[in-house]
């Protein structure tokens, strides 16, 4: 099964800042690259995804951006704000996946 | 539309008492799964359902996790003689087709304790 590792654990940014968040995986035949997005007490949301034939996506103030050579992929936030506070999830898949390997997670708080 | 549904949203039972937890699926959608998320953990994949059959259940931690799928549609986990460890919060999730690739829509989830 698919390996997946996510950098940091956790990540504290002063509000208006950047957050980055780097997630790792293992399956050289991922092609599908999804973030979610779980506030406390709340579902996971699906918040950006990507496919392996693109390189770069972006939504408002969230990105997303893909190495497949170096097998990682990175969830960027701009302008933080305090709603963006969360703990973040990847999921890299395989087209052969039928179930989605999460990472650990990663904590994000944005100080006001 | 309405989202996952599960129900109860909280349980409390005492330990070596059976548990079931249920989950409603978003109408169409032919693949369902069950996470299990203990206190500031990740997500912990257990079972998943293709139409109603499950083939791969080997997420499941012991033999006193069970589950079920009828008609396509709703989906039941059971735990027999629960736990401590077995206290967590169980979501569900379903999407339109199997496969990794597939946005999965997410429950509230059942935040189960075992006393």
């Known amino acids: 099964g698919e390996n997946v590792e996510q950098h940091p654990s956790t990540l504290s940014v002063q509000e208006g800042d950047s957050a980055v968040i780097k997630c790792t995986y293992s399956d050289s035949a991922s092609n599908y690259f999804p973030w979610y997005k779980q506030e406390l007490g709340k579902r996971p949301q699906l918040i950006i995804d990507?496919?392996?034939?693109?390189g770069e996506k972006k939504d408002q103030r969230i990105a997303v951006t893909l190495n497949k050579t170096a097998k990682h992929f990175s969830l960027h936030i701009t302008e933080t704000q305090p709603e963006d506070s969360a703990v973040y999830f990847c999921?890299?898949?395989?087209?052969?996946?039928?179930?989605?390997?999460f990472g650990a997670g990663t904590t994000v708080t944005v100080r006001a | 539309g309405a989202g996952v549904s599960q129900s109860p949203s909280n349980k409390v039972t005492e330990k070596g008492k059976d548990v079931e937890l249920r989950c409603d699926p978003i109408?169409?959608?032919?693949?369902l799964y069950w996470y299990r998320q203990s206190l500031g953990q990740g997500l912990e994949f257990l079972i998943y359902f293709q139409g109603n059959s499950a083939p791969d259940k080997s997420g499941l931690p012991s033999d006193r996790f069970s589950a079920e799928r009828t008609g396509g549609s709703v989906s039941t986990l059971t735990i027999q003689r629960t736990q401590q460890e077995d206290s967590a919060v169980y979501l569900c999730?379903?999407?339109?087709?199997?496969?990794?690739?597939?946005?999965?829509?997410f429950g509230p989830g059942t935040r189960l304790t075992v006393t």
């Open positions: 990507i496919r392996s034939n693109v």
């Open positions: 999921a890299p898949a395989t087209p052969n996946d039928y179930k989605l390997s």
């Open positions: 109408s169409g959608h032919t693949a």
């Open positions: 999730a379903s999407s339109l087709r199997t496969g990794g690739s597939n946005e999965q829509y």
